[in-house]
């Protein structure tokens, strides 16, 4: 099973659209597009579509948390989520993500001419998962303990 990421944008607002299974492969990726795309003067808002997504890891759940959190220094308000999956919608639940995003089930995404996203080469892959583990843990105190070991044995690996 695999996944993509399609992107695209009008007037300043964004979409992510996820589809399929999305892992930590494609996180440098959103990463990078997401750095660029808070940085673009015309930036007013982004919406995360997971409708089609079939699976998402903690990884990608981590960027995604990243990003809420940045657009809300940015902006003082949170982005919305799409997600029709009760599974994913029980994870995103779980994890803190109803403080961080609007989620709901349908929303009126303008027509956007949809792209994939810009690959980039991964090489700092390991500590992009560290980092992202770590937001998810700031998020609660329920993430805090579920990641913690994970977090302390990745860094282990990241110092040999």
């Known amino acids: 099973m695999s996944g993509n990421i399609l992107v695209g944008a009008c007037d300043g607002n964004y979409v992510l659209k996820f589809s399929g299974d999305i ?3 494609l996180c440098g990726s959103l990463d990078a597009f997401c750095e660029r795309m808070l940085d673009a003067a015309d930036f007013r808002g982004v919406i995360v579509d997971l409708a089609e997504t079939l699976a998402i890891d903690s990884t990608a759940l981590g960027c995604l948390a990243r990003l809420s959190l940045a657009v809300q220094r940015l902006q003082a308000k949170i982005p919305t989520l799409i997600c029709r999956s009760r599974d994913i919608e029980r994870v995103l639940l779980n994890m803190g993500f109803d403080d ?20 980039v080469v991964e090489q700092e892959a390991l500590q992009r998962v560290i980092e992202a583990h770590k937001i998810l843990m700031s998020l609660n105190d329920s993430n805090r303990a579920a990641f913690k070991s ?6 282990q690996d990241a110092k040999q």
């Open 150 to 155: 994970l977090v302390d044995a990745l860094e």
């Open 100 to 119: 961080v995003f609007a989620i709901v089930a349908e929303a009126n995404v303008q027509d956007v001419e949809l792209v994939d996203i810009p690959a």
């Open 23 to 25: 892992r930590v492969g």
